[in-house]
Every structure is written in C-alpha cells, then in structure tokens.
C-alpha cells in the first residue's frame, strides 16, 4: 500500500469537496438535495480512504467543520507514520513516530513516554532508531569515523594500554631465567559537549507531507560531522572544551615523526619512508590520510621506472592504493606547505578509538527565533576521541 499517494489522492478529494460546497451553497448557506448528494458521495470516499490510511472511519459524517479540524491538524496518525519511515511499515506506538510528532510541535505536546526521557537541563532524548540513522550519516560524512573504531560508553571510560612490553632472551643449560615484566597504564574517553543549532520555519514543520526524518538526518549529521572531524584531527584540547587532535599530538613529539628531505615540497622517498618508519606490526592495516590539495601533487609522483605510485581503485566501494596501501582525504589535513604535518600514515582502525558518551539530545528553543516565525532545536551529544597507541600512526612533516 502506498500510504503517500492516499494520503494525496484524500487530499485532492477534501479541496475538490470545500470548492464544491463553495460554489454551490446558496445565500441562505444551504445547498440543493442534488448537490448534497453529490458531496455525500465525496464524504464517503474521504471516509473509505481514511478508514484505509488511519485504520478506522472518523465519525464526522457531513460535519465539514470537524473535517476541516481534522485535515487541517499539523500532524495526524498517518503522517507521522510516513515521516518515520520510508517503508510505511512503523506501528503505531513507535517511538520515532512521537518523536518527529514532538519535533513538528516543538516539544509542546511532549507525552509521558517522552518526558520520561528527558533530560535535567530540559532536552530530550533521541529515540534509538532516529539516532542509529544519525550515527550512520555521520559515519558516511566522517572519515575519521570510517578508518577508526566507534566505543558507546555510559560514563568516563578507561583503555589500558600496555605501557612497557615483555622481552624475550637466551639462557644457558642451568641459568637462572628472570622474566621481564609488562606494566600498564590506562588513556580516558572524556565526554566533551559537541552542540549544532538548526532553525526551521514554523510553515515547514507543520507541513505533514515534508519528510522532516530525512531532512533532521542529513543536515544534523552533517554538520556534526564536520565539527567532529575537524577536532579529531586538529582539536587544541581540553581548555578549549574539545578532544585534542591528532595532528597535535603527533606534533607534540618528533619520535611520532619524520620530515621531507625538500622544503615545501613531498617527494615518493618520503612517502616510502614514512610508510616503513611505522613499526611493521602496524603496517598490515595501515592507510594513508592526506588533504587533497597534496593528493594532486601526490597523484603525478613516479618511481624510478616512470611508474605512477598512485592506484585507482578498480571497484566502487574500494579506496585508492598508495604503496600498496588504501588513501584516505580529509580538508582538514595541513597541505603540503612549510611546517606542518601533511601526511598520516597508521593503523586507526585498531589504534585510534571514538567514545560517545550515551545517546544525543535534541533541545527547542521556541523563543529565541519567535519574531521570524522560526523554530530553533538544539542537538547535543557528548564525545572525545585518543590514539590509544602512540606508535600506530606517524607523519610526514614537511620542513
């Protein structure tokens, strides 16, 4: 069943039914036995099609007046329904469906299901399946979320890490065997607050037909996307209120890099140097994570035979290949220009680990944008980012 083309084909019938009793009731507001007759049929077939989209027959009959209030209504059933999935196949009752019914009415209406997931400071709480569509948009918009690993925590999470590692020896026939010890140390995923303002029209909500879940996916996960990226590689730290980037630290210490022989410029011996200054155990699941203004000046590099070190990709879904290794771009890697760590190279998706600190939260802000005639919401969610293993990714610093 195609619930979006009933729900216009009722459409179409209600303005053809209102034109109708306009242009035939007379100056006494009454209308011909002929003419009734003729709007009782167009009163049936709204009745058959509602019963069909809403599961059961309004019990307004030709009470126009109650069928203008129930058309007119900003959000029904039905059309919650359709918002909360393009498949029509959401019951009655799922959280989605109330959820976009609380967006569309800036949380006025909120019911108990709803506010009991609401939070202190007067946010509410985004149902799972909304924020699984969120998370996945944010992934196909983040490379960091692409190349790294994702962690879920409910509070501070600690990641022991191995801090000194266990050597092996010889021993002689009769020699006493000392072992070497491993010690640990332990790295925090901290919560740090990520918030993105998005201001809707008060027409646009109200519009039953606009496919507000895909809209709030989109331009949501987008620009939360952005920002997380962008402070996952470059972040300045916890005085700042934001994860300290990656760049940086690698920066901080010259054992997690190497420069390029030339100054300003990358050549093919320092990308193959700095692919095998990364310790071999992390070279299996290395990629590479360049901006693209370098990767134009990488792509025209040869070996000593003229043979190009880029790789395209000969499937869809498969990354490029340099040296043999997938390539990744983000804009928020330097380019490659004097002082700046323009290239990755490492294991992420092992080594490099997002924590999200439970589920994101949607705040209105009615007053704020009243006098436009705007709706302004909120989102919020809570997340850091740590290279758990400081040798796993080098980089390229060019001079």
Known sequence: MDVRKLLEKRGAIWEQAQKFLDEHTGKDGKVSAEDAATLDQMIERLEDLTEIIDGEKPPFGT???????YMNQPFNPI????LSSPSNDVGFGDPRREFLNQFRTGFKT???ALREASQPDGGYLVPTEFDAAIVSSLENENVMRQIGRTITTASEHKISIVAT???ASWVTEGQQINFSSTTFSQ?????YKLAVCLQLSNELLQDSFYNLQEFLTTEFGRALARAEEEAFLTGTGSETGMPLGLIPTIAADESRYIKTTASGVISADDLISLQYSLPRPYRKNAVWLINDESLAQIRKLKDSTQNFLWQPSLQESEPPKLLGASVFSSPYVPTAQS?????LFGDFKDYFTIGERGQRVVKPLRELYAMSDLTAFLMLERIDAVLTDTQAVKGLYVR
């Open 63 to 69: 009470n126009m007046k109650a069928w203008e209030r």
């Open 187 to 191: 790295i925090s995923l901290n919560a």
């Open 165 to 167: 590692k266990p050597t």
């Open 79 to 82: 059309d919650k329904r359709i």
């Open 339 to 343: 002082a700046k760590i323009a290239v």
């Open 110 to 112: 909120a019911q108990n």
